[in-house]
């Protein structure tokens, strides 16, 4: 699927994000035997039971945290994810930075940007991501990679491409100050191919691949 969605658009294929929110660890190990390596939670504490359901088989994945960080959280995110995908206010930066251990390497950080302001998302305002990005950029144990995406949905999954369009713009002028900035994570399983003729290095794929998700 995502290699048509990027010939189809002339741009290479993005990463896979496997979004395993509320699927048992079964389903992960399932999928991890067919060579996916990064999987995506909005949940630190079931992220960590999965993990340690997973027991050292999880050490060879990639985690990637997905949902709302609380502040509360930041010492356990740091520990149990390889990537903090929603990173949307300066108290995070120090948070992680400081609970990270140097010896796994730096958190990669993606900022969460609130594209089309809605009330009801998480995420920065536009015109904060270029103070945030000198945070994390300036922080120990963090590595900048990029921006995370989640437009408003429609059912007509077109009317997101605005969105896409916006962000992209957004990504590129990032990389002008940080050419390092690598990922751009937007598109989600039903506006996938959307999102990535729009530029997305990353896309989060949970229905596609799994199934409709459990109740919770």
């Known amino acids: 699927m995502l290699e048509n969605a990027a010939t189809a658009s002339g741009r290479p294929a993005p990463r896979l994000l496997a979004v395993s929110k509320t699927q048992p660890a079964a389903a992960i190990a399932e999928l991890a035997g067919r060579g996916q390596r990064a999987f995506g939670e909005n949940y630190v504490q079931e992220a960590q039971a999965k993990q340690a359901a997973l027991g050292p088989a999880s050490a060879g994945l990639e985690w990637h ?6 502040s509360n959280k930041a010492r356990d995110a740091a520990t149990a994810f390889d990537w ?3 990173l949307d206010r300066p108290k995070l930066v120090g948070a992680l930075a400081r609970h990270r251990d140097p010896a796994r390497g730096p958190l990669n950080v ?6 089309d302001d809605e009330a009801s998302k998480h ?3 536009p015109d904060q991501i270029d103070a945030l990005a000198a945070l994390v950029a300036a ?6 990679r990029g921006l995370m995406v989640i437009p408003t949905p429609h059912d007509d999954p077109e009317l997101a491409r605005p969105a896409f369009r916006r962000t992209r713009v957004l990504f590129e002028s990032m990389r002008a100050g940080y050419p390092h900035v690598d990922t751009l994570s937007m ?4 506006d996938a191919a959307i999102a990535i003729a729009e530029g997305a290095t990353m896309v989060r794929i949970g229905t596609a691949l799994f199934g409709a998700r459990s109740p919770g």
Do not use: Y
Request: hydrophobic content about 45%; proline content about 4%.
């Open 65 to 70: 945290l997905i949902g709302h960080l609380q």
């Open 84 to 86: 903090v995908q929603t």
């Open 110 to 115: 993606l900022i969460q940007v609130n594209i």
């Open 123 to 125: 995420g920065c305002r």
């Open 139 to 144: 922080a120990p144990n963090l590595r900048l």
């Open 187 to 190: 598109g989600m399983s039903a």
